[in-house]
């Protein structure tokens, strides 16, 4: 989760928190005002009613459905992510400074009762209006080691070469000087598992520039592997622009840009741009592609699904979501922190006859019960007649 979507919730949270005192009542002395006149009370409540109701709009019934894509780029990098964190700044500051301005006005100049006067500064109500956020920050600076989750997966055909093969995918490394000391530790575990394959869906930078791209690109391959291959994702095209595919490339990372390799007889392991930037051409990643032949697809966001199980691949892997970043028990992660504006947030889905994986990624500190994640793939054949299957792999 970045800065902004941590003010975001501050904002939602403070919203909701002086929603409740105004539908309250007197819980603390915060009248209503437009300009000097004060809002009846049945007003006040409405008004109440409507910041608390557009609060829950907000955080579960996807408001932001209908975001155009296409602003992303413009109000979340450089110039608009300042923007978005000084109105979110401005916005709390606001409620607090209006919270303690009614606060010390009763204090120096007490209008009310003594009892409306102890229950405005009582300490149970101001640490329900202050402790909230301190605890959703202080939570969130919690360590949160890397989540190295493992699965069988039984691929139709596979040829008997490549039975055990064994795929590490990572995604979302996004690479900044910030969270260097944080991602290599989240990392340096990984360098004992020596996979078949390490493959990388993408967003290697985090930073905004080259040189966090090419870092990231250094931290995946520091991972001992018999072979390495990625492919980018939108961070990157936005950091590089057409660049990006020779970038990483350069950086000294294999890229599948659109096209696929052949891993074993019948099998073929293929790649696409980042559809989340109009860079993908799956037809021409597929092109070479005998028919009957098995294929593992890699693409940073999961967007492609329904087109890649209409060509028949069987596995596909991306990442793109960070898993929702917030997934609260029984609600999941809320709509309007969903990157990706669909179901398919987390782990495995079964999109017509193909597997779909949607990694949670390596990078992110602010996470809510939604640990960063590289996950570590056995290959098996299936079962004659069979489609693809995923099982927990067992302990050894």
């Not at 800065?3 to 009248?31: K, Q, R, S």
């Not at 520091?222 to 072979?227: K, L």
């Not at 992660?333 to 990706?340: A, D, E, N, Q």
Request: aromatic share 8%.
């Amino acid at each position: 989760m970045n800065a902004w979507t941590a003010v975001a919730i501050l904002f939602a949270y403070y919203t909701g928190a002086y929603a409740l005192l105004l539908w309250a009542g007197m819980l603390l002395p915060l009248p209503v005002t437009v300009g000097k006149q004060e809002v009846p009370r049945a007003r006040g409540l409405a008004v109440a009613g409507l910041l608390a109701a557009a609060t829950v709009a907000l955080l579960w019934l996807g408001a932001w459905a209908l975001w155009p894509g296409w602003l992303n780029p413009l109000l979340f990098g450089g110039l608009g992510r300042l923007g978005l964190l000084a109105a979110g700044a401005a916005a709390v500051a606001w409620v607090w400074l209006r919270l303690w301005l009614a606060i010390i006005g009763r204090l120096v100049w007490p209008q009310g009762s003594q009892g409306r006067l102890r229950g405005a500064v009582s300490v149970p109500r101001l640490v329900a209006l202050g402790g909230g956020p301190l605890l959703l920050m202080l939570l969130l600076q919690l360590p949160q080691p890397l989540q190295v989750n493992r699965y069988v997966v039984s691929i139709p055909n596979l040829p008997a070469g490549l039975e055990g093969f064994r795929i590490l995918h990572l995604t979302d490394i996004h690479y900044s000087r910030p969270a260097a000391g944080r991602l290599k530790a989240r990392v340096a575990p990984l360098r004992s598992l020596h996979p078949d394959l390490v493959v990388g869906t993408g967003d290697y930078g985090g930073g905004g520039s080259e040189w966090s791209m090419r870092e990231g690109v250094r931290l995946q391959l520091s991972i001992p592997a018999g072979r390495q291959l990625g492919v980018e994702g939108n961070h990157d095209v936005w950091t590089a622009g057409g660049r990006a595919p020779a970038l990483l490339e350069e950086s000294g990372l294999p890229l599948l840009h659109n096209r696929a390799v052949r891993l074993g007889p019948g099998c073929y392991l293929a790649g696409v741009g980042d559809p989340y930037t109009s860079s993908d051409d799956l037809p021409r990643a597929l092109a070479g592609v005998p028919r009957g032949a098995s294929v593992i697809l890699l693409c940073h966001a999961p967007q492609l699904a329904a087109a890649a199980a209409g060509r028949g691949v069987a596995l596909m892997l991306c990442g793109h979501t960070h898993g929702g970043l917030v997934n609260l028990p029984g609600l999941g992660p809320p709509r309007f922190l969903r990157v990706y504006r669909d179901r398919h947030v987390a782990g495995w889905y079964r999109v017509g006859g193909m597997l779909l994986l949607v990694n949670r990624g390596v990078a992110g500190k602010y996470r809510i019960s939604c640990p960063p994640e590289a996950v570590m793939l056995t290959l098996r054949r299936a079962a004659p007649g069979a489609g693809p299957q995923a099982t927990v792999e067992s302990s050894p």
